[in-house]
Antibody
Framework: QVQLQESGPGLVKPSETLSLTCTVS????????WAWIRQPPGKGLEQIGY???????HYNPSLKSRVTISLDTAKNQFSLRLNSVTAADTAIYYC???????????WGQGALVTVSS | SSELTQDPAVSVTLGQPVRITCQGD??????ASWYQQKPGQAPLLVIF???NRPSGIPDRFSGSSSGNTASLIITGAQAEDEADYYC???????????FGGGTQLTVL
């Protein structure tokens, strides 16, 4: 049973870069696709993007200019970087395993990131 | 990117069936996945593909699709089914996945 755990700062200043890491256990990161999703407080889910075993990523068009998702196969981790954050980027950030025929079948518990000075 | 539209809120009487719908052009070419999210918890996949349930999901949950509309059906809703439900599918135009806005299900 694969398990995912998000980690990173819970508070980021406006205009700075949000960085989160997802550690995958119970399975290799070399297979499947790996996604980041976020949920502003009291609102719905938004997929940020995903990366797959070649290291290539596909991103939400509305965030594409600010986002990078990368793989670290040696550590069995993948990471999210979101540049130039504003208060609108305040959200719970989830990492997940994306299977193209199923959707996101495994989720991390989520990490709240607040953008504030 | 394409959008997926869901009713914001639906209610059902305990033990009765309920259908939650999701509309969007992407659904003409892709099946929706459905997630259940309870307060303070991560979403949980309940239906994927044509009509498949992950291990551990009760068989009262099922899915269907027609044209640009996908549906999540709960036959005999239980109190523990009260949650937010989201549809999710691959966008037609770009290699990206989109979520519906979510439906809050109340079990009366």
């Amino acid at each position: 049973q694969v398990q995912l755990q998000e980690s990173g700062p819970g508070l980021v200043k406006p205009s700075e870069t949000l960085s989160l890491t997802c550690t995958v256990s119970g399975g290799s990161i070399n297979t499947y696709h790996w996604a980041w999703i976020r949920q502003p407080p009291g609102k719905g889910l938004e997929q940020i993007g995903y990366v797959y075993d070649t290291g290539n990523g596909h991103y939400n068009p509305s965030l594409k200019s600010r986002v990078t998702i990368s793989l670290d196969t040696a550590k069995n981790q993948f990471s999210l970087r979101l540049n130039s954050v504003t208060a609108a980027d305040t959200a719970i950030y989830y990492c997940g395993r994306l299977r193209l025929t199923r959707g996101i079948d495994s989720w991390g518990q989520g990490a709240l990131v607040t953008v504030s000075s | 990117s394409s959008e997926l539209t869901q009713d914001p809120a639906v209610s059902v009487t305990l033990g009765q069936p309920v259908r939650i719908t999701c509309q969007g052009d992407s659904l003409r070419n892709s099946y929706a996945s459905w997630y259940q999210q309870k307060p303070g918890q991560a979403p949980l996949l309940v239906i994927f593909g044509r009509n498949n349930r992950p291990s551990g999901i009760p068989d009262r949950f099922s899915g269907s699709s027609s044209g640009n509309t996908a549906s999540l059906i709960i036959t005999g809703a239980q109190a523990e089914d009260e949650a937010d439900y989201y549809c999710h599918c691959q966008d037609n135009n770009v290699p990206h996945w989109v979520f519906g806005g979510g439906t809050q299900l109340t079990v009366l």
